[in-house]
């Protein structure tokens, strides 16, 4: 597809649409091969997969069709999780991933409203700088097996603890 020209969404198939994502993103951001089957790009390295992922969906809005497109990111733990499949089958999304939303990346929800490749295009520049700027700053900083232990056992569990603690404490008021 070429995103030169600002053709209506609604004319381009779905499909290209998730390929032109996901070639974009892969010719721009260095070790990520693009999962087609998955709709969504990984970075094996180490112990942990890095994996950015996008939604896409078209919808009647009015009289036209737009596009709306958002973008989530998840590290695997690749022993951890394959394990995790096995026992439970969940193959792809295990509980003991590492799941970010990118809430940085558009308005509330992440979520891109397209209705030409003209703004197909600007959104995934958008998209590349944030990853280029933050958010491959997200998966980086996951490096052992003692990162994702913090994260997951001690991070997550305060988080929680927290939450409990405001919950309760607004029960008592």
């Known amino acids: 597809m070429d995103l030169l020209d600002n ?38 390295t180490g112990i942990k997969t890095d994996i950015i992922y996008w939604y896409s969906r078209k919808w009647k809005v009015k009289d036209n069709i737009v596009v709306f497109l958002s973008f989530a990111g998840m590290i695997r733990h690749n022993y951890i999780d394959t394990i995790i499949e096995k026992i439970f089958g969940d193959k792809y999304f295990t509980k003991f991933s590492i799941y970010e939303d ?5 308005d509330d929800f992440t ?44 991070k997550k569990t305060l988080t929680m603890t927290k939450i409990q603690l405001q919950h309760h404490q607004l029960e008592n008021q």
């Not at 969404?9 to 290209?16: A, D, Q, S």
């Not at 003209?118 to 958008?126: A, I, S």
Request: with cysteine; glycine share 4%.
């Open 7 to 44: 053709e209506l969404i609604e004319n381009i198939k779905t499909e290209v649409i998730n390929d032109t994502i996901g070639t974009f993103l892969q010719n721009n951001l260095k070790n990520f091969n693009l999962n087609k089957e998955m709709k969504h790009l990984e970075r094996v």
């Open 102 to 106: 990118f809430e940085e990346l558009g």
């Open 111 to 154: 979520l891109y409203e397209i209705h030409t490749t003209g703004e197909l295009k600007n959104t995934l520049n958008e998209v590349l700088q944030f990853f280029q700027n933050t958010g491959l700053s997200f998966f980086d900083k996951f490096v052992t097996d003692d990162d994702f232990y913090q994260y997951l056992c001690v």
